[in-house]
């Protein structure tokens, strides 16, 4: 597996593995099927994992945890937070806010620890920037955390260039996740040029598309009905409908070059720059090896050009998220 930097302080594997659909969002899956996956990670050279509070809630976290257990001198466990969790509202309902606020935040991540059962969490980071505090507050919390030593490293999710320039000036931030794919290139430009300047590594979330640039989702029936996706626009029939037809391109190129529809869209995320390790979502063995193996994928310069254009954002219907959950993303 390659290695790839995130900032000064981190050493990944080039392709992670986002753990959420594990136990939350699309379904879930088996414990011991999730535990199974994320040994087999591991054996491929995968070294970076990433989940959240909010995922569960907090059953993720615990999978991590118990699944990763074996292998925690191998691994770079990533968590977040900045949510306002109900404990006891149900997955849909359980989240109701945002809380940044810095007694939070040194609470999560007491908590956080206890459930991955780490002394110390690799990453933490905001998951969303909260207006209601400023930014310098909220990494200076994070700060003292890594001062005590129970965090090794910050990060930011979803944050605009000009709070990621604040909360660097408080303590230095290695990542920044956002979500980033052919179809979603909002962090291209000043966002993606003040990490390079900086040094701060990029992690795409969603690089396949929460699935449909991998050609296997289709209409809504594809997924059940609790799906998360099912509340996105860009997932509603009509709007998948209309993009099809450049998935179809996506699944041609990809044939034209021997590779499937996903990894061909993973290979041309990872093009984009060494800073940038994505976080592809696998509940299934076949689709983490398939994952893993697009690190190997060479595109030349005509390629990622032809994908770039053919498959640009604007050609694609539907926004990523609803009004509300647009709103907390690159303030």
Same mark, same amino acid.
């Given at each position: 597996?390659? *290695? ?17 659909? *594990? ?56 968590? =977040? ?134 050609? =296997? ?35 041609? *190129? ?78």
């Amino acid at each position: 597996m390659k *290695m790839r930097k995130l900032g000064d302080v981190l050493t990944v594997s080039s392709v992670g593995l986002g753990c959420m659909g *594990m136990s939350h969002g699309y379904g879930g899956q088996d414990e011991q099927d999730a535990i199974r996956t994320l040994h087999r990670a591991v054996d491929l050279g995968v070294n970076f994992f990433d989940t959240a509070e909010v995922y569960g809630p907090f059953k993720n976290e615990e999978l991590i945890g118990k699944g990763l257990k074996p292998f925690r001198d191998k691994v770079v466990i990533a968590t =977040k937070f900045g949510f306002r969790i109900d404990p006891n509202a149900a997955d849909a309902k359980a989240m109701s806010g945002l809380d940044s606020r810095p007694e939070h935040v040194r609470e999560v991540a007491e908590a956080s620890l206890k459930r991955l059962g780490v002394e110390v969490i690799d990453l933490f980071y905001q998951h969303r920037v909260d207006p209601n505090v400023p930014i310098e507050d909220t990494v200076g919390a994070m700060a003292d955390l890594v001062a005590q030593g129970k965090v090794r490293a910050l990060g930011l999710s979803e944050a605009g260039a000009d709070v990621i320039r604040r909360a660097h000036a408080v303590h230095p931030i290695t990542a920044l996740q956002s979500e980033y794919s052919l179809w979603t290139r909002d962090p291209e430009g000043e966002i993606l040029d003040t990490c390079r300047e900086l040094n701060i590594g990029f992690v795409p979330f969603s690089p396949l598309g929460r699935g449909f640039l991998t050609g =296997k989702i289709q209409k809504p029936d594809d997924f059940g009905p609790d799906d998360f996706r099912n509340t996105l626009p860009r997932f509603s029939a009509e709007n998948m409908a209309a993009n099809a037809s450049l998935v179809t391109l996506l699944e041609g *190129m990809a044939a034209d070059k021997g590779v499937t529809a996903a990894q061909l869209a993973l290979a041309w995320v990872l093009a984009q720059g060494d800073f940038i390790v994505p976080i592809p979502g696998a509940r299934k063995i076949p689709h983490l090896e398939q994952n893993v193996a697009a690190s190997d994928i060479e595109l030349s310069s005509e390629e990622l050009k032809t994908l770039g254009d053919l498959l640009a954002p604007e050609k694609f219907s539907g926004t990523r998220y609803a009004a509300q959950a647009m709103a907390w993303t690159n303030r």
